[in-house]
C-alpha cells in the first residue's frame, strides 16, 4: 500500500511539474509587412511609407475585412530591409482583431526608427520574412509576405531563389511596387528592367495561388494602394492573379 501511495504522489508531483502546452491561437491569417528601406527612400518617403502602412491597418474596409474571416482575426509582424543581412523584426507577431489593437500596431510602426539605409536585396528581404513565420505564436492555413519596393534587386541573394523557396514552403509572395525615377538612379545603380518594375515584379518577386502585384503610381498614392492591397490579401475566397494600379 505505501508503495502505490508513493507512486500516486509521485505522478501527482510529475502532473504539478509539467507545464501546460496551450493551443495557438488560430487566425485567419499571418501577413509578413516588409517594408523596402533601402537608399533610394529618402526621409519624406520613408515617413510616408511608415504612415500609409499604420494608417492603412486601421482603415474601416481593412477590419470589415478581418471580420469576414471564420476567426475574425489576423496576426501581422513588420519587417524593415534593405541590403544583404540588413533585415529587422520591427515589429513581431501581433493578433489584429478589431479597431483597438490595430490602432496600436499603427501606432507602433509610426514610432518605429529607420533599420537601415543601403541597397536594395528584395531576396535577401523574402528570406528573412519567410523565416518568421516558423516561430509565430499562431497558426493559419494562409501565410504570406507583403512586400513594398521602388526597384529591382541589386544585391545579395536571387531574388526567384528567395521567391521559390517561399512559395515551396506554402508561402503566397504579393508585391506593392511604387514607380519613381528615383528607383533607377541609386549607387549601385538599377537597371530600369524591360517591361517595368511592375513587370519585373510579376515575373521575379511575387509567387503562391493568388499572387498579385499593385502598382503605386507615385509615393503620394502608397497609402491608398496598400489599403487596397491588404482587403485582397485578408479576404476570404480565391484571389487571382492580377496587377492593379492606384494614382
Given at each position: ?37 533601402s537608399r533610394s527612400m529618402d526621409e519624406p518617403k520613408f515617413l510616408l511609407q511608415r504612415e500609409g502602412y499604420a494608417a492603412a491597418i486601421s482603415n474601416p474596409q481593412v477590419l470589415n475585412a478581418i471580420k469576414s474571416g471564420a476567426n475574425q482575426k489576423i496576426a501581422i509582424c513588420f519587417i524593415d530591409w534593405s541590403a544583404p543581412g540588413e533585415q529587422n523584426l520591427v515589429i513581431g507577431w501581433s493578433l489584429i482583431d ?150
Open positions: 500500500m505505501t508503495r502505490i501511495i508513493c507512486a500516486l504522489a509521485l505522478v501527482a508531483l510529475m502532473l504539478t511539474q509539467t507545464p501546460l502546452v496551450r493551443a495557438a491561437t488560430q487566425v485567419d491569417l499571418l501577413l509578413a509587412l516588409a517594408m523596402d528601406v478589431g479597431a483597438a489593437s490595430a490602432s496600436h500596431f499603427g501606432d507602433l510602426i509610426r514610432r518605429a526608427a529607420r533599420s537601415f539605409y543601403n541597397s536594395t536585396s528584395i531576396g535577401g528581404g523574402i528570406n528573412f520574412a519567410a523565416a518568421q513565420f516558423a516561430g509565430a505564436p499562431f497558426e493559419a492555413d494562409r501565410h504570406t509576405i507583403d512586400v513594398s519596393g521602388d526597384g529591382t534587386n541589386n544585391s545579395g541573394r536571387d531574388v526567384q531563389l528567395a521567391r521559390d523557396q517561399a512559395v515551396a514552403r506554402g508561402i503566397t509572395v504579393n508585391g506593392l511596387v511604387i514607380l519613381t525615377d528615383i528607383a533607377y538612379s541609386r549607387n549601385p545603380p538599377h537597371t530600369n528592367p524591360p517591361g517595368g518594375l511592375e513587370k519585373y515584379y510579376r515575373e521575379n518577386v511575387i509567387g503562391g495561388p493568388g499572387s498579385f502585384v499593385m502598382v503605386a503610381e507615385d509615393f503620394d498614392s502608397f497609402g491608398r494602394a496598400i489599403i487596397k492591397k491588404l482587403i485582397a490579401e485578408i479576404a476570404t475566397g480565391p484571389v487571382r492573379r492580377r496587377t492593379a494600379s492606384i494614382h
